[in-house]
């Protein structure tokens, strides 16, 4: 008896499909060429031997086969890595508890009679001040920061007495001799808790809102 060579839906039958509503087995890259190599053995068995199949015919059948199975063992890597990635994600986002985030912002946040917060600046500042604002725009008080380099800054102000309901703000005001230099204020809150979810992470901040990570312009 001859057996034609198996089709392409012969073969999908016997390893299953890769999308869709394929069985356990069907998945299983050992099983679907286990079940390969047996079709392929009972045709060569049973071939005619005046019409063999040819060596393109099984080349092209075994790469088949081969091709199925190398994307479910990739999908099988890929998910161990993802659940991997996500592990690691969640475990560094755990690390920032505790840390400050700066994010764009002239508020100030509060605690324990200590004002904080941030700002940058563009480049190298001969004479930085910091103006911390009233509710009706007066100039509460200057803090004389002096000569700063490029980037990033922190400061804290001794706020003492002072109650926070009264306080709207700062602003930066930086030189470099006579010309101004660019400056952002920046909001410099502690992150109290993390989550993480649908790879995503976000913080609960001090002043009890929740920021995601990407939101978030550096940790101090």
Known sequence: MFIQPIDTTSLGTAVGSTTGTATKNN?????????FLKLLV?????QDPLNPMDNAQMTTQMAQINTVSGIQELNATLKGMAAQFSSTSALQATSLIGREALLPGETLAFKNGQGKAAFSLEAKATDVK???????????????????SGGLHGFNWDAEGV??????GFKVRAFSGNERVDT???QRLSVDSVSFASGS?????QDGSTRAYNDVLAFM
Do not use: F, H, Y
């Open 184 to 186: 952002v204020a920046l």
């Open 201 to 205: 992470i976000q913080m609960l901040l």
């Open 163 to 168: 109650d926070p309901a009264t306080v709207k």
């Open 42 to 46: 009972a045709q060569l068995n049973n």
């Open 130 to 148: 910091v103006d911390i604002m009233g509710t009706n725009g007066e100039v509460i008080k200057t803090i004389e920061m002096g000569a700063l």
């Open 27 to 35: 998945m299983d890259p050992a099983a679907s060429q286990d079940r």
